[in-house]
């Protein structure tokens, strides 16, 4: 499946509603507060709100200018963690699911008896 990237309309009418400023949002003492950086050519990113892999359309509502650091942090702590938990997900919809490390799980040559005694399966 390939991106669907916005369309250069849906971006220049992104660009106007920023306003000249990233469209994110940061950590502030009294909450989350509109991030202050001004857009510059280069330092600055069309985004998915919601990640194409998600299912984000390629629409102005869901199209958000990002600063490069705003960009980063989003895809690392919200996109990244998101479409992993997605896949875990649809992975144990059709019955894969990841091998427990743990001695003793069904996933182990091992088992431990109620009395303790550890044997074979
Ligand atoms: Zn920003």
Same mark, same amino acid.
């Not at 996109?79 to 992975?91: C, G, H, S």
């Given at each position: 499946?390939?991106?669907?990237?916005?369309?250069?309309?849906?971006? =220049?009418?992104?660009?106007?509603?920023?306003? *000249?400023?990233?469209?994110?949002?940061? #950590?502030? &003492?009294? /909450?989350?507060? =509109?991030?202050?950086?001004?857009?510059?050519? *280069?330092?600055?990113?069309?985004?998915? #709100?919601? &990640?194409? /892999?998600?299912?984000?359309?390629?629409?102005?509502?869901?199209?958000?200018?990002?600063?490069?650091?705003?960009?980063?942090?989003?895809?690392?702590?919200?996109?990244?963690?998101?479409i992993a938990k997605t896949k875990r997900i649809q992975d144990r919809e059709i019955g894969i699911r990841k091998p427990s490390r743990?001695?003793?799980s069904r996933d182990s040559?091992?088992?431990?008896?109620?009395?303790?005694?550890?044997?074979?399966?």
């Amino acid at each position: 499946m390939s991106r669907r990237e916005f369309s250069k309309q849906i971006k =220049r009418d992104a660009f106007l509603r920023a306003n *000249g400023r990233c469209e994110g949002m940061i #950590d502030a &003492p009294h /909450g989350r507060v =509109r991030c202050p950086v001004k857009l510059t050519i *280069g330092k600055y990113h069309y985004d998915h #709100d919601i &990640p194409d /892999g998600l299912g984000g359309e390629p629409i102005l509502s869901n199209c958000v200018v990002l600063c490069v650091p705003c960009h980063k942090e989003k895809t690392v702590k919200r996109d990244v963690p998101a479409i992993a938990k997605t896949k875990r997900i649809q992975d144990r919809e059709i019955g894969i699911r990841k091998p427990s490390r743990f001695a003793g799980s069904r996933d182990s040559k091992f088992k431990k008896k109620i009395s303790g005694e550890i044997v074979l399966r």
